[in-house]
């Protein structure tokens, strides 16, 4: 009897020894989990949500003009580039209820183009009028603006992805796709986090398949960490440098220009969310390529102290500006200029956030009389080649006498988890979550 105890211990020992630890949760087959920041406008507005819910009604790429047809059959303009007509393909929401050319009649109100009229010609064809020659209306119909959102279903879109559940602005939803392909993600939880930081550790961790966006703490470690996991991308966002009228002399303008270290604040106090300027147009919107950066872009306080000197630049009294931005600039010129900052010609800085991922933005917000005449000639002309040269004179004429100065632009950036493929990014859909394969 006491051997037989004994033995019956011995076992028992090594069963204990030899037991293992529960294995991790497998993640559910097709689920891809997405943490993001609280949409600003709400999902129907956010780039990335509205391109899987919503199927735009064309691509545009500002920096060769070409369109790309997606929901329109095809995209037809009269040649003064002022009657724009729409064909359709036949569509359906999520709930079943047809995409006709009346669902975006009725979701097209305060445009950010000049419209005259806007009707729907029959079923599937829309007639657009504008009040002046616009050959930027592509960008307009590749926007989300341009998306047929109907009132009180904003989420409930034609795209390939649908809500499934509520939406909660705290915490976001859960997105199924409509018709599965392959190995791409069937369904998307998208996660609300109020810091980022904690959505990018959760990656690195294996406990998220990808963070979106994320602070300036976390940038040098997305380069170490995910080396070959991680993606950056434009948005269409720029800050400038506007000089009021007592500022009349460009050298006046240039040495403020020149004494701002872009560099040095976009990675510090703006906490690597930009990029420092390098051309009149932020690279979401700009036409063509260009090559080196602008003289205005320039770092050089030797030169801008001379400049001020010559111009007789004696202070510089910024009136408004994004509070960060603002200080931001105050801090180099008030350091590299030597002249003080709350006395003299008034100066702003202004950042635009632009609705259309067209050049012509630049111009609308900024309003700058001197380069009507290009502007005009690129809004009325039907070639690509044509916009961008007009949109090239234009920039070189105000990079030239300079009423405003490029300061930076902002970007995206996002890492991903090892099991994530095919993670893609720009500016018309930030991350695209339709592409994504586990």
């Known amino acids: 009897m006491r051997v037989t105890m004994i033995l019956l211990a011995v076992v028992l020992t090594i069963t204990g020894c030899s037991s293992t630890p529960a294995p991790a949760p497998q993640p559910e087959p097709g689920l891809l989990t997405v943490g993001i920041g609280q ?52 569509g359906k929401y999520h709930d079943g209820a047809p995409v006709t050319a009346k669902s975006y009649v009725d979701a097209w109100k305060q445009l950010p183009i000049p419209v005259e009229k806007i009707e729907p010609a029959d079923e599937l064809t829309i007639r657009l009028t504008t009040k002046s020659p616009a050959s930027y209306v592509p960008a307009f119909l590749a926007s989300t603006r341009a998306l047929p959102v109907r009132e009180g279903k904003e989420l409930d879109g034609n795209g390939p992805f649908r809500l499934d559940g509520p939406w909660d602005n705290g915490k976001g939803g859960r997105l199924v796709r409509i018709n599965p392909i392959g190995a791409k993600a069937r369904t998307v939880d998208l996660k609300v986090y109020g810091d980022l930081t904690q959505a990018f550790d959760e990656v690195k961790a294996g406990k998220l398949d990808v963070a979106v966006d994320f602070p300036g703490n976390r940038h040098h470690a997305m380069h170490q960490d995910f080396a070959a996991r991680h993606v950056i991308w434009p948005k269409p966002s720029a800050s400038y440098v506007v000089f009021g009228p007592e500022v009349a002399d460009p050298a006046a303008r240039y040495a403020i220009a020149l004494s701002i270290n872009r560099k040095a604040v976009t990675e510090g106090p703006l906490d690597d969310q930009f990029d420092p300027a390098a051309r009149l147009y932020a690279p979401a919107i700009a036409p063509g390529e260009t090559s080196g950066v602008c003289r205005a872009c320039n770092f050089d306080a030797a030169t801008a102290k ?98 405003v100065a490029p300061l930076w632009t902002k970007h995206g950036h996002a890492v991903w988890a090892e099991r994530v493929r095919d993670v893609t990014a720009n500016t018309a859909h930030d991350i695209d979550l339709t592409v994504i394969t586990l």
């Open 39 to 90: 949409p600003a406008n709400g999902p129907a507005a956010d780039r990335m949500i509205s391109n899987a819910l919503y199927t735009p009604l064309v691509d545009y790429d500002p920096a060769t003009g070409k369109v790309t047809l997606r929901a329109a059959e095809s995209v037809s303009s009269s040649p003064d580039q002022i009657t724009w007509t729409v064909k359709l393909r036949p």
């Open 306 to 403: 001379t400049l001020r000197t010559q111009s007789g630049l004696s202070g510089v009294n910024f009136t408004e500006g994004e509070p960060a931005q603002l200080k931001a600039v105050i801090d180099q010129v008030s350091a590299n200029l030597a002249l003080p900052t709350g006395s003299g010609p008034a100066v702003s800085v202004r950042q635009l956030d632009f609705e259309l991922d067209s050049p012509h933005a630049v111009f609308k917000d900024l309003n700058i009389p001197s380069v009507q005449q290009f502007v005009d000639a690129a809004a009325a002309a039907a070639d690509p080649a044509v916009q961008a040269e007009n949109y090239r004179l234009a920039e070189n004429e105000i990079l030239r006498e300079l009423p």
